[in-house]
Structures are given as structure tokens and as C-alpha cells.
Antibody, heavy 124, light 107 residues
Framework: EVHLVQSGAEVKKPGESLKISCQGS????????IGWVRQMPGKGLEWMGI????????RYSPSFQGQVTISVDKSINTAYLQWSSLKASDTAMYYC?????????????????WGQGTLVTVSS | SYEMTQPPSVSVSPGQTARITCSGD??????AYWYQQKPGQAPVLVIY???ERPPGIPERFSGSSSGTTVTLTISGVQAEDEADYYC??????????FGGGTKLTVL
């Protein structure tokens, strides 16, 4: 059975750094893209970026390019989302999600499996 | 990137049919997907590739596509269907795009 388990809630101060994680199990981790999605309080879903563990290919939404870093450690089947200097506006729930195998043009650009979410609160 | 437009809210009585639309210029060329999100929970995929239903999703959920608009239809709405619904597609560089979400209220 496929599972994505995310790290626990974080409370940080503006300017601090943070790295949250998403560990996959029950499937061949290297063969599926892992994406990150932000949901600010009371707001909708926003796609941040995605990484392919097999070759570390990483894509970012223009809205998040330069603001976060997506990485992966294949040895422990874990993807990461990190910030070097948090802002109050980074306060949100962050979800990881596994993209299906195949091309987007063939209808594979979606996620059937999601992590439980990691709540990040940034406050002075 | 482009925008996907959904109505902010839809209300129906139990047993009626709810239709949630999503419009975006690339939709004739790109597939659409629908997620259900209940408060405090992660999104759940309810429709993929415009019309396909994942295992475990009730038959009352269906999807359709016409031109630049896709529609999620919930037939015989139940109280448990009250949730936020998001459409999603991809742009030409495979970046995901979400609609703004529609709050379904079961009266």
C-alpha cells in the first residue's frame, strides 16, 4: 500500500530556516515524481514544484522559484521542501503528493496519493 | 501559466444533482482532474483524465468535458459530499494549475 508520511508541525520565527520531509513507502520511490502543494489558511491549493527522484530533475512554479528548494534523498525514500529564510507569509499547510507515471499529455499529471500535510507557522 | 476558473460556491439539497464547472483556455488540449477536500484533511482525487473515476470513489461522482470547460457532477448528493472541490490541469511545461476551488454546501 502506498503511503506518504510527512514530518510534524513546525513553529518558526521570521528569518529562520526550515526543512520539512515526505517519506514514501509501498512503491518504487525512484520512479514517481513527488510534488509539493501549498495551502494558506482558508485559501486554495497552489502547486509549488516537483522532483523526480530517479534523476533529480526538479521543476518549480514561477511563483516559488528562488523562494524554496526541493530535494530528495533516495537512500531513505524521502523528499524535502526547504526555506533558507522564512517569512510570516510562509505560514501554511504544505502537502506532498505523488504524481502518476507517464506524460502529462497522456493524462498522468495528477496525484492519487497525498501526504497528511505539514503545518508551518511563522510568527515572531 | 494560465488560470482555471471555478464558481466560489454551489449549494444543493440532499438527493439533488450538483454541477461544478471549471474553465480554462488550455482545457481542450490538457486533461482535467478533480479533488475533494474536507476540513482538516488532505485532498482526495475523485476524477482523473476528465472522466475517469479512481477505485473507491462512488459512482455518483462523474466528470465531463466540453471545449474550454470541464464539469464535475455529483448525482444524488449526500451530506458527506459537503466539501471544497478543486479542478487541476497542467500547462505546456507540465506545471500543475489548480482552480480556485468551489465550496459545495448541502442544504
Amino acid at each position: 500500500e502506498v503511503h506518504l508520511v510527512q514530518s510534524g508541525a513546525e513553529v518558526k520565527k521570521p528569518g529562520e530556516s526550515l526543512k520539512i520531509s515526505c517519506q514514501g513507502s509501498g512503491y518504487r520511490f525512484n520512479s514517481y515524481w513527488i510534488g509539493w502543494v501549498r495551502q494558506m489558511p482558508g485559501k486554495g491549493l497552489e502547486w509549488m514544484g516537483i522532483i523526480y527522484p530517479g534523476d533529480y530533475d526538479t521543476r518549480y512554479s514561477p511563483s516559488f522559484q528562488g523562494q524554496v528548494t526541493i530535494s530528495v534523498d533516495k537512500s531513505i525514500n524521502t523528499a524535502y521542501l526547504q526555506w533558507s529564510s522564512l517569512k510570516a507569509s510562509d505560514t501554511a499547510m504544505y502537502y506532498c503528493a505523488r504524481r502518476e507515471v507517464g506524460y502529462c499529455s497522456g493524462g498522468a499529471c495528477y496525484a492519487q496519493y497525498w501526504g497528511q500535510g505539514t503545518l508551518v507557522t511563522v510568527s515572531s | 501559466s494560465y488560470e482555471m476558473t471555478q464558481p466560489p460556491s454551489v449549494s444543493v439539497s440532499p438527493g439533488q444533482t450538483a454541477r461544478i464547472t471549471c474553465s480554462g483556455d488550455p482545457l481542450p488540449k490538457q486533461y482535467a482532474y478533480w479533488y475533494q477536500q474536507k476540513p482538516g484533511q488532505a485532498p482526495v482525487l475523485v476524477i482523473y483524465k476528465d472522466t475517469e473515476r479512481p477505485p473507491g470513489i462512488p459512482e455518483r461522482f462523474s466528470g465531463s468535458s466540453s471545449g474550454t470547460t470541464v464539469t464535475l457532477t455529483i448525482s444524488g448528493v449526500q451530506a458527506e459530499d459537503e466539501a471544497d472541490y478543486y479542478c487541476q490541469s497542467a500547462d505546456s511545461s507540465d506545471a500543475w494549475v489548480f482552480g480556485g476551488g468551489t465550496k459545495l454546501t448541502v442544504l
